[in-house]
């Protein structure tokens, strides 16, 4: 992989990663975030 691709990646994730985080200031809403992207997951795969 080149290096302006991985650092686009690793931008991407934290940018990600920093939104996802924001979002769930507890750690019940960290687990009640993974369990809906699990369930959206799930759900997707049917």
């Given amino acids: 992989m080149k290096k302006s691709t991985s ?6 994730a934290l940018l990600v990663s920093s939104f996802a985080l924001s979002g769930c200031n507890t750690v019940r809403g960290i687990g009640q975030d993974v369990q809906r992207a699990g369930s959206a997951v799930s759900n997707a795969a049917r």
């Fill in 7 to 12: 650092l686009r990646l690793a931008a991407i």
